[in-house]
């Protein structure tokens, strides 16, 4: 079966870092675009990052300064490393693998929590 595994979650305070981890199991990483989406308390679905199997990303205008997305193919695991964390950065974190071409194999972890309070 496959799945993704996300983790790393938790509560920061303002200005703080966290890295929030997505581990596949039951399929390989290699052909899948993989993503990072967000969902703000009371909002919908908003998209922050996407990288390639080739390692090729993209962002959110408005994080690209602050977020990083990275793969240890090898290892099926996609990283986020966000710095100066605020208040609109809180959110349920889900990563997402899509397969380059059968794109019906899009997978979708449980999400995990960011909480930035003081």
């Known amino acids: 079966e496959a799945r993704l595994v996300e983790s790393g979650g938790g509560l920061v305070q303002p200005g703080g870092s966290l890295r929030l981890s997505c581990v596949a199991s039951?399929?390989?990483?290699?052909?899948?675009?993989v993503s990072w989406v967000r969902q703000p308390p009371g909002k919908g679905l908003e998209w922050v990052s996407s990288?390639?199997?080739?390692?090729?990303?993209n962002y959110a205008a408005s994080l690209k300064d602050r977020f990083t997305i990275s793969r240890d193919t090898d290892n099926g695991t996609i990283y986020l490393d966000m710095r100066d964390l605020d208040a609109e950065d809180t959110a349920v974190y889900y990563c997402?693998?899509?397969?380059?071409?059968?794109?019906?194999?899009?997978?979708w972890g449980q999400g995990t929590q960011v909480t930035v309070s003081s």
């Open positions: 997402n693998a899509r397969h380059q071409i059968v794109t019906s194999r899009d997978y």
């Open positions: 990288i390639t199997p080739g390692g090729q990303t």
């Open positions: 039951g399929f390989t990483l290699s052909d899948y675009d």
